[in-house]
């Protein structure tokens, strides 16, 4: 288990949220996370610890 830190795009603030990965991940894997910020979903690149982007606008 580990940490990842993240700005929530709605409040602005660092969020520190806890993910089970294994240890296989692939780079581009996503974790879907409740933000207690905001009390939204945010898709979270776990390689990079960044908001993943909208993939409709590819």
């Known amino acids: ?3 990842i830190l993240f ?3 709605n409040t602005g603030m660092n969020v520190q949220h806890p993910i ?3 240890a296989s991940t692939p ?3 996503v974790v879907v996370v409740h933000c207690p910020a905001c009390a939204r ?3 979270i690149n776990v390689a990079t610890g960044e908001l993943s982007r909208d993939v409709r606008s590819r």
Do not use: K
Request: proline share 13%.
């Open 1 to 3: 288990m580990s940490n």
């Open 7 to 9: 700005r929530c795009p």
């Open 20 to 22: 089970c990965e294994p």
């Open 27 to 29: 780079a581009e894997a």
């Open 41 to 43: 979903i945010h898709l």
